[in-house]
């Protein structure tokens, strides 16, 4: 029986989060509880390029967008790569992120398979099965993650089909025949980042580095945690640079196609191209599901990652015709479902208009020192009124920069 709280694309986040042990973790005691990423994702609506963008979402941020400018956040900005260490700024902005949104689920996202080491049983239905040594663990299917259990060394066939040898695991054999991680000892299948490749590892490696010190004996035995539930989510963390190269590999690509927005050639089709792909390795583990809304259905989609929910959103947006771009004020990428959005952020456009009021300030001070009335100021720098030359003049004055 599948266990998904992941179905429908819930997730996980804590009240609280701390850089414990190398990785980003929930703080002790921090309560961890379930939430919808989807719930404030409208898709962009199809549209000419251009158009005014009207519609439902027009004027609401992505849900993705936050991380697309965190990842821009923690580049170091010459070179673009992570940086060693976080500045204390830097470090806040990562923990607010994960206390709003929480982990990206990296470790989920890639496993497709996880099989711990087998124990022998003191019960089963199957008095002959008794003292056999069973492996136990979960795999990932498109409805959430399912119970698997294996009988090692026997040589009892599974019924309902011929069995197959596999290094003393007796399966049922399965076509096309798929990689198996090692019953016996344990082990797990992963979907590299970024290409999708699968690859068999045994705990020890990869999945290890989830975990701290103190909890792998517990993360590489069973019983262990299905990822839907909550006692998981307190095992695991995620060091910051697993973090910021997984969610790179979403920002990046939608950097990379801001860049390429208004070019037109073959070179710049097959880099394109090449960044749907990647966005599309990203969505790869995720599944549609239908579900119940009102008295209707709807459909939502089963994800082992809000990393993989993010790269879904991305994908719809960018097939509903929505905008890519480049911050004016901080650079960041970002997906826009109007036509004329030039920030990330009201953060970056009230940061832009600060820094143009500024400049009128000025360039109206020197205006003033010149003779000239506030009406043909006003006229003169694009304020809105005389009125509001005449305040940035009165405050000037008062600051004692302007007799």
């Not at 989510?233 to 640079?241: F, I, N």
């Not at 973090?243 to 860049?259: E, K, P, S």
């Amino acid at each position: 029986m599948p266990s998904g709280a992941m179905a429908g694309g819930w997730w996980f986040r804590a009240e609280a989060y701390e850089i414990r042990d190398g990785l980003i973790r929930p703080a002790a005691g921090a309560t961890i509880d379930l939430y919808d990423p989807w719930a404030q994702h409208v898709p962009a609506p199809r549209r000419r390029r251009g158009a005014d963008g009207g519609g439902l979402g027009s004027a609401e941020e992505r849900p993705y967008q936050a991380l697309l400018r965190l990842a821009h956040m923690l580049r170091d900005p010459v070179t673009g790569i992570v940086t060693e260490t976080l500045s204390r700024r830097q470090e806040d902005a990562l923990l607010e992120w994960c206390r709003e949104n929480g982990l990206l689920g990296i470790l989920p996202h890639q496993v497709e398979t996880v099989m711990f080491p087998a124990t022998p049983t003191s019960t089963a239905d199957d008095d002959q099965l008794r003292g056999t040594p069973l492996a136990q663990g979960y795999r990932r299917t498109a409805l959430g993650w399912e119970l698997e259990t294996r009988e090692v060394g026997g040589r009892r066939a599974t019924p309902g089909g011929p069995a197959k040898s596999n290094g003393g695991v007796h399966l049922r054999v399965r076509l096309p025949q798929r990689v198996e991680p090692n019953a016996r000892s344990g082990g797990v299948i992963l979907r590299s980042l970024p290409d999708d490749r699968l690859e068999r590892e045994d705990l020890g490696g990869t999945w290890s580095q989830f975990f701290s010190m103190q909890d792998r004996a517990t993360a590489t035995s069973w019983p262990f945690p299905s990822f839907a539930d909550a006692a998981f989510w307190r095992l695991y963390g995620e060091s910051v640079s697993w973090f910021v190269t997984a969610a790179g590999l979403l920002a990046d690509a939608v950097d990379m196609i801001a860049q390429l927005r208004e070019a037109d050639s073959p070179t710049s089709r097959e880099t394109l191209d090449a960044m749907h792909q990647q966005i599309n390795a990203l969505a790869a583990p995720a599944a549609p599901a239908l579900r119940s809304s009102g008295s209707g259905s709807e459909m939502r989609w089963t994800t082992p990652s809000l990393l993989s929910s993010y790269a879904i959103m991305t994908a719809i947006d960018l097939a509903g015709g929505a905008d890519v771009r480049r911050c004016g004020v901080c650079g960041s990428p970002f997906i826009t479902a109007t036509g004329w959005a030039n920030y990330c952020s009201m953060t970056c456009r009230k940061t832009q208009n600060r820094r143009v009021n500024r400049k009128r300030e000025r360039l109206s001070l020197e205006l003033a020192t010149k003779g000239w009335d506030v009406t043909r100021i006003a006229h003169e720098v694009g304020a809105r009124d005389g009125e509001t030359v005449q305040g940035w003049l009165d405050k000037a004055r008062r600051e004692g920069r302007l007799p």
